[in-house]
């Protein structure tokens, strides 16, 4: 069993920061990518961004040169940096993370959401 646990959210002026972390623990042989995913109140959840375990990152073009996401492979934690975050960034932030175990099948998990609000 995985456990995903997600802290970092919260209320922030346009055009402030915030940083989301996300620790991973429990059976774990291999973590592939990390990434996060957002969901705004009526919209699909889209990704955000993620991160392979040899640092390859992929970015949505909305957030690309505002945010930022990295790893620490030791502690199986991702974070995502936030700056100049816009009205727009408003909405429930979720970890996922795709694992392999020793016979190289893939699991997928979800952390719980982070709400991450921005005001004008």
């Known amino acids: 069993q995985v456990q995903l646990v997600v802290s970092g959210g919260g209320l922030v002026q346009a055009g402030g920061s915030l940083r989301l972390s996300c620790a991973a623990s429990?059976?774990?042989?291999?973590?592939?990518?990390m990434g996060w995913y957002r969901q705004a109140a009526g919209k699909q959840r889209e990704l955000v961004a993620d991160i392979t375990s040899g640092g390859s990152t992929n970015y949505a073009d909305s957030v690309k040169g505002r945010f930022t996401i990295s790893r620490d492979n030791a502690k199986n934690t991702v974070f995502l940096q936030m700056n100049s975050l816009k009205r727009e960034d408003t909405a429930a932030y979720y970890c996922n993370i795709w694992t392999t175990d020793r016979a190289g099948r893939m699991m997928n998990y979800w952390g719980q959401g982070t709400q991450v609000t921005v005001s004008s």
């Open positions: 429990g059976s774990i042989f291999s973590i592939v990518v």
